[in-house]
C-alpha cells in the first residue's frame, strides 16, 4: 500500500531528572532530507537520529525537533584566567601606590569582567541519555509513518477513482474511432477526387491505397493500446510496498503524453472533447501522485 509524504509524529519520554520530547513533521520533496533541530550536546549522535528516521520514512522533507527540560547531560565549568587576573590586581596596586590611595580590591567586581571569567558547558551524553533520545525520536518517527500510512489510504481511493474515470474516457475514444477513421478516410479520397482536373488519369486502386497509409498513420490504436497498460502498470504500483512515487509520477508523464498525441491525430470532436476530459484526469493524478512516498 503506498504511503503519503505528508505527516506529524510526537512522543515524549519522562525520567526523574529531565523529559525528552521528539516532534517530527515531513512533507512531499523529490528526495529524502532530514534536518534536526537539537540541543547541541546531542549532536553526537545525529547521525543515529537520522539514520532511525530514514528507517521509516524513505522520501520527503523531514523537519526533527528535539527539546530536553530538566537536566539535560551538560555539567557547567567555571575558568578564571588567573594570569589576566593578576595584572588587573598588580594595576590596581600600583594604582594605590602611583596616587597614594588605599582603595581596597573588591574582587566580586573583577570576577564580572568576561574576560577573567567565563563558564563552559562539558558535554556529558550517557549512554542511557542518548537511548532515550533514540526511543523518543524512535517513537515519533513510528507515529508519523502511520500518518502517512493512514494518508496513504485516503490517496489510493482517490487514485483508483481517478483510474475507473479515465479508464472509461479511453472506451469512449476507441468506441469513437474506427468510425472516425473511416469518416477521415472518406473525406480524404473525395479530396483528392475533387482536386484532380482531368489532366491525367488516376489509378483508382492505388488513390485508395494511399489513403489506406495515410489515414492509418492518424490511428490511435497504438496510443489507446498503450494507455491502457499504463493504467494497468499504475494500479500494480499500488498494491507496491516501499517508495513508489517515482514509478508513478513517470507513468503520469507516459500518460500525459499518449493523450497529447491521440489529440492530435484524433481529427474528430468527439475525440477532443474526451481528450480535454482525459488530461484534466491526467492532470488530478499527477497533482496527487506529488504527495506519495
Known sequence: ????MTGFGRACIEHEQYTITAEIK???????????RMPRQLTIIEDKIKRCVTT???RGKVDVWIS???ETGVEKELSIDWSLLDQYVSAHETLNERYQVQEPIRYHQLLA?????????KENVTDEFANKVLDAVEEAASRLSEMRAEEGKHLNKD???RLDVIDTIIQEIESFAPEVQEAYKDRLYKRIK????????LDEDRIITEVAIFADKCSIDEELIRLKSHLSQFRDILNESGSVGRKLDFLVQEMNRESNTIGSKGNDYSI??????????????????????
Open 1 to 4: 500500500m503506498i504511503n503519503s
Open 26 to 36: 515531513s512533507v512531499n520533496h523529490r528526495f529524502t532530507e532530514v534536518y534536526i
Open 56 to 58: 521509516y520514512i524513505k
Open 68 to 70: 530536553i527540560d530538566g
Open 113 to 121: 569582567f568576561s574576560d577573567i571569567v567565563s563558564i563552559h558547558e
Open 159 to 161: 487514485f483508483n477513482h
Open 194 to 201: 475533387s482536386l484532380h482536373d482531368g489532366a491525367f488519369e
Open 272 to 293: 477532443s472533447k474526451n481528450v480535454v476530459q482525459l488530461k484534466s484526469e491526467i492532470e488530478k493524478l499527477k497533482e496527487q501522485v506529488q504527495n506519495v512516498e
